[in-house]
């Protein structure tokens, strides 16, 4: 059935509960790119985040009846608040269904607002279908995040507000999670300003819609990554995706680190804290132009949201000069003798050294993990790497390897002799009480546990490095363990920073 979104988003009555939210000229992004930047500031919204708009869309619209019943919703922080936020305004019940795995703050802020919670499974698609049960057995609404008309057209409403404050806008990048975000901007500027470029920006580990366009069919992601879990969904709105095969130019991907470096551009421009959802445009942006190579257009980015645990910072703080590319890291040989690190800090020059890990472990030649400022990016990189090996150093470029960056840095100096059959898997698991217990209960019950590396940075998941010696003729017993743990995981035994530094 096809709908009349720009009537419909003409019709949105979102203003009684959302508010018009700035253009923000994006001064210092604006001078680094040649471009005209701008955000649109949706972290500002009550909720800090433009779920309201379409939430509410969806929940004016319901009948007497359907309003006496009451709504339900399944999701892990911001379309929760904006339902609730929705039926406080409208004096309705609502019953939100959230993963065990979310934040306090958010499930906090969603029973303030009146709204029943239920703490439910690992992920949204586990809340989801429990939500979809309880909406059956007791006749409740349930009102979905992004796959529905209304949902779209109270989200197009940014897109009118947005050509109502800026007339003229080349290329407006939109962040992408289910699609009802950007099939409800790209109606309307299709419509609207047909000239405007419409870019989706996803993570590079939860590709959903990217991969449904490239395939011309919505498919369903095995996995996805949880940095950005705001847009942590395994496959598109069936509308969306409709919408997005119409109206949608393109759809880019960003790394974890690039979005780290977007909320620290946002931040630098607005002294405000993005969610890395949030931030995923801006992340887009700098890609798109760097790879057009344009200049002097008006570019406009969706801040979409602010709700960021205070813990991620951390992480945020740690990747962001890699995700900019400013800081590289190494892992380097050099000999173990007396004057060889500031012989290596010569070679170095007056670059400055970020980081310095280091310990014997072997009377020829010791492997040091160093972090160096890189004020010129990439090139620099390269000239530097190019003299170290002049030098005689041998040196591998660690900047992005995940495992060396997430837990490696960390741990250099714990090398030990006479451990057999070593083989070493990187983890991601639900992050909630009991959880890393059980996980070490279920590891330490097969094989002995020969390393073991915890990180968690206020997120739905913990990250875990875990050595286990596992004989040969048990592998096969191994890989049958593993998919029954059911947790995401990586084989990282042929990792070079593993060679250098842990085995």
Avoid at 86 to 100: C, E, F, H, N, Y
Avoid at 470 to 492: C, G, K
Wanted: aromatic content about 8%; proline content about 5%; some cysteine.
């Amino acid at each position: 059935m096809n709908h009349d979104y720009p009537a419909m988003i003409l019709a949105a009555p979102v203003y009684e509960v959302a508010k018009q939210t700035p253009l923000d000229a994006a001064l210092m992004l604006s001078r680094r790119l040649e471009n005209a930047v701008f955000l649109k500031r949706e972290d500002q919204q009550p909720v800090y985040s433009f779920k309201l708009r379409g939430a509410y869309n969806k929940i004016v619209s319901l009948s007497p009846q359907e309003r006496a019943s009451g709504v339900i919703a399944a999701s892990a922080g911001n379309h929760a608040q904006g339902v609730a936020l929705s039926t406080r305004k409208l004096g309705l019940q609502a019953v939100i269904v959230m993963p065990k795995t979310t934040p306090e703050i958010k499930v906090s802020s969603v029973r303030e607002m009146g709204a029943e919670v239920v703490l439910h499974g690992n992920t949204y698609d586990d809340a989801c279908d429990h939500a979809k049960v309880i909406a059956a057995e007791r006749s409740l609404t349930f009102i979905h995040p992004y796959d529905d008309p209304l949902v779209i057209a109270g989200q197009g409403t940014i897109a009118r507000e947005l050509l109502e404050q800026k007339q003229a806008i080349d290329v407006i990048f939109v962040p992408v999670g289910g699609g009802g975000l950007i099939g409800g901007i790209a109606v309307w500027f299709k419509t609207h300003s047909p000239d405007t470029r419409v870019i989706g920006v996803e993570p590079d580990d939860a590709p959903c819609m990217y991969e449904a366009l490239a395939q011309g069919e919505r498919v369903i992601l095995e996995q996805v990554g949880i940095f950005a879990d705001g847009v942590a969904v395994r496959q598109v709105g069936e509308e969306p995706f409709r919408l997005a095969q119409k109206y949608v130019d393109e759809v880019i991907l960003v790394s974890t680190d690039e979005i780290c470096a977007a909320i620290k551009d946002i931040f630098d421009d607005t002294r405000s804290i993005t969610e890395p959802a949030g931030a995923l445009a801006v992340a887009g942006m700098k890609k798109y132009v760097e790879r057009e190579n344009i200049r002097d257009k008006t570019l406009v980015a969706i801040d979409s949201g602010a709700n960021m645990n205070f813990d991620r910072l951390r992480h945020v703080a740690e990747r962001a000069e890699l995700g900019e590319r400013r800081e590289a890291l190494f892992a380097a040989t050099i000999a173990e003798e007396p004057g060889s690190f500031r012989r290596f800090c010569e070679v170095i020059g007056l670059k400055g050294v970020t980081e310095f890990n280091y310990r014997y472990s072997d009377p020829e030649k010791a492997h040091v993990f160093v972090g160096v400022q890189m004020p010129g990016g990439e090139e620099d990189k390269t000239v530097l790497l190019e003299r170290l090996q002049a030098e005689g150093y041998a040196c591998l470029d660690m900047t992005d390897n995940e495992m060396a960056k997430m837990h490696i840095r960390y741990m250099v100096g714990g090398r030990v002799d006479g451990v057999e059959h070593e083989c070493l898997y990187r983890f991601e698991f639900p992050e909630r009480p009991g959880a890393l217990l059980r996980f070490l209960n279920k590891m330490g019950q097969h094989w002995n546990i020969s390393l073991f590396h915890y990180r968690n940075h206020g997120a739905a998941y913990g990250r875990v490095l875990v050595g286990m010696q596992v004989p040969p003729e048990e592998n096969e017993q191994l890989q049958q363990f593993l998919q029954e743990l059911n947790y995401r995981y990586w084989d990282e035994s042929d990792n070079p920073a593993y060679a250098l530094f842990l085995s």
